[in-house]
């Protein structure tokens, strides 16, 4: 990854970029290159007894201190709904307002969602920015990360980039423990985290890694 200066990560909820991508996160950013976060909603859906903005306010909070503990760049928050991504993105002009901002940033890679996720928002987004990238005329790489499933089944054949994060995993694991009010969600999801890193990290030699799938 050494032509890799700029990378953006584009997600739809604040601590799917730390599931995905925090030990490559934070590779990258020992290494220099700057990582900007766009977080396309608040989250409010996981506790809907809890008053929307008080969730707002913790949800930026806790990515803010995780993409702190990575090293990142900046956390933007998007503020869609939940579940209504892509008519959000059409109706209030989204791929506009996003590629003023990519086209000021100046990505040399992008990472986002899995086109074989199975939660919908996580398929939205990976949708967003693959109209971004070719309505946009984009020219940086895309590169998707696994969330909700276990290992990519469906064995597509874009090209693999399987990341060492042996030195970074416990960083990794500071970032996902800086999400306080998701505890029991990150509970259950931190032996998936377990087992891929190891997973992924056998199959490349190394004690923990993280892969990812270039769609672009
Ligand atoms: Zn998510």
């Not at 700057?34 to 930026?60: M, N, W």
């Not at 590629?99 to 990472?111: T, Y």
């Amino acid at each position: 990854m050494d032509d890799v200066k700029r990378v953006l990560i584009i997600c739809a909820h604040s601590d799917d970029q730390v599931i995905g991508a925090g030990g490559t996160i934070a590779r990258l950013t020992r290494e220099g290159v700057l990582v900007r976060t766009f977080i396309c909603s608040f989250g409010e859906q996981s506790h809907p007894h809890l008053k929307k903005i008080d969730i707002r306010k913790t949800r930026v909070l806790e990515s803010q201190k995780a993409n702190h503990i990575l090293g990142g760049k900046d956390v933007l928050f998007l503020g869609m709904r939940e579940g209504h991504f892509l008519e959000d993105y059409n109706r209030l002009h989204w791929r506009a307002k996003l590629l003023r901002h990519i086209h000021s940033f100046k990505p040399d890679r992008i990472f986002t969602h899995s086109v074989d996720d199975p939660h919908p928002d996580h398929r939205a987004v990976h949708k967003m920015v693959q109209d971004i990238y070719v309505n946009g005329a984009l020219k940086c790489e895309v590169y998707t990360f696994d969330v909700w499933n276990l290992f990519n089944i469906r064995k597509r054949r874009s090209p693999k980039l399987v990341v060492d994060i042996s030195q970074t995993f416990t960083r990794k694991l500071d970032a996902l423990s800086a999400f306080r009010s998701q505890k029991i969600a990150l509970f259950t999801l931190l032996w998936s985290v377990y087992t891929k890193a190891i997973y992924y990290g056998l199959r490349r030699g190394v004690r923990y890694a993280e892969i990812f799938y270039k769609v672009r």
